[in-house]
């Protein structure tokens, strides 16, 4: 199975800072990787797919880069609303096997 | 809207069953897969189970593998997940989950269903 890590595991900045979370898989995923947000009490948000791609809607503070098995995830200016948590998710499609990291809880200082 | 709207969670004790729903509306259900992805209490996201548009495919991650059945009626825009034997290790928040096809990724969330298995 597909072992999915993230660092750092939590991280505290200030609004308007650049935040970089990355992301690493045990074998090599191509650019199938996708990053979602959680903010407590609510459903995962998709905001990256495919490693780069932003999702509709989605502020283009957001980003996301990689390929292989090292994938960066990067909030440009850190807002108030961006308190969440943030999950990385590899995927391989039929047999559809869907891997989450552990997840990067993100706050303000 | 699109939208996806879970029910049928609840307490139930460690052996018995559960049944699960999710109603789809705002996109045409009968052109994508769907899955069901669960968050233990406190814990992160994992993936259960995952149903072609068609119902041809059908796939479980191990921990539920012979236990869960997940199933669709197009008709009624509807997703299900049969869940009998529970464990406590079960116990979370179910969420039903479309896919951004062709991609692997998730882009509609309902808002989730608890399932707690516990006597």
């Known amino acids: 199975d597909i072992q999915m890590t993230q660092s750092p595991s939590s991280l505290s900045a200030s609004v308007g800072d650049r935040v970089t979370i990355t992301c690493q898989a045990s074998q090599d995923i191509s650019n199938y990787l996708n990053w979602y947000q959680q903010k407590p009490g609510k459903a995962p948000k998709l905001l990256i797919y495919d490693a780069s791609n932003l999702e509709t809607g989605v502020p283009s503070r957001f980003s996301g880069s990689g390929s292989g098995t090292n994938f960066t995830f990067s909030i440009s200016s850190l807002q108030p609303e961006d308190i969440a948590t943030y999950y990385c998710?590899?995927?391989?499609?039929?047999?559809?096997?869907?891997?989450f990291g552990p997840g990067t809880k993100v706050d303000i200082k | 809207e699109v939208q996806l709207v879970e029910s049928g969670g609840g307490l139930v004790q460690p052996g018995r069953s559960l049944r699960l729903s999710c109603a789809a509306s705002?996109?045409?259900?009968?052109?994508?897969?769907m899955h069901w992805v669960r968050q233990a209490p406190g814990k992160g996201l994992q993936w259960v189970s995952g149903i072609s548009w068609n119902s041809g495919i059908t796939e479980y991650t191990d921990s539920v593998k012979g236990r869960f059945t997940i199933s669709r009626d197009n008709a009624k825009k509807s997703l299900f997940l049969q869940m009998n034997s529970l464990r406590a290790d079960d116990t979370a928040l179910y969420y039903c989950?479309?896919?951004?096809?062709?991609?692997?990724?998730?882009?509609?969330w309902g808002q989730g269903t608890m399932v707690t298995v516990s006597s």
């Open positions: 998710q590899q995927y391989h499609n039929l047999p559809w096997l869907f891997t």
């Open positions: 989950a479309k896919i951004l096809s062709p991609s692997g990724a998730f882009d509609v």
């Open positions: 705002g996109f045409t259900f009968d052109e994508y897969a």
